[in-house]
């Protein structure tokens, strides 16, 4: 399936759809359909397919084109990015490692949301809990740039925050007191944390 255009001397595809096999399996029949469109030099390019499991995939960099509806000051209305997956929280301070650890996390775009749940060793360590591991970096962080909250055994909240302008380490901020949560003061408790910030 196909449309062309017509000069006086010949016929040119402007774009095509078509089926294709997935594999070269012999007795696997999996098909994706796949959208073809000209690009302005004239060149024939994939703009997107359904695959066999009948989801929508795009190249790498292309997405849904938000531009008819975006403000006059945006950058991008692409959107051309999800993924969900898991991460380990790594302990980066000189305390004994977490005892157990479980992250997950949702990708958007150019924002990610992490959540975490941390079990800490019985320590009398008085150095700041570093926490590590983080699924991505952050774009320009800013030194104590504040991304979300927390809370824990017998704790009602923390702030989570970058650690000193570094991109992939956070550090858990009192709200009842100044100061920060020490591997002492979070000993054999268990801390969730929530956080969103740019990549």
Do not use: C, H
Not at 85 to 107: E, H, I, K, Q, R
């Amino acid at each position: 399936m196909g449309a062309t255009a017509t000069t006086d001397t010949t016929d040119a595809a402007l774009a095509k759809i078509g089926g294709f096999k997935e594999n070269s399996t012999s007795g696997n029949f999996q098909t994706y359909l796949k959208f073809t469109v000209t690009n302005s030099g004239g060149g024939s390019v994939e703009a997107a397919r359904f695959n066999s499991s009948g989801n929508l995939v795009f190249p790498n960099g292309q997405g849904i084109d938000f531009s008819a509806s975006e403000s006059g000051g945006a950058d991008n209305s692409l959107l051309d990015d999800y993924e969900e997956g898991t991460w380990s929280p790594l302990d980066l301070s000189p305390g004994p490692a977490f005892v157990s650890v479980d992250g997950y996390y949702t990708l958007i775009g150019n924002q990610v949301t992490i959540w975490a749940r941390i079990e800490f060793d019985s320590t009398a360590n008085g150095d700041a809990v570093v926490i590590g591991g983080l699924p991505f970096s952050k774009i320009t962080p800013r030194a104590a740039e504040t991304i979300g909250v927390g809370k824990g055994t017998g704790i009602i909240t923390m702030i989570t925050a970058f650690n000193g302008g570094t991109s992939n380490q956070l550090l858990l901020f009192k709200t009842t007191t100044t100061g920060l949560y020490t591997n002492a003061d979070l000993s054999t408790k268990i801390i969730e944390i929530t956080g969103t910030y740019p990549i």
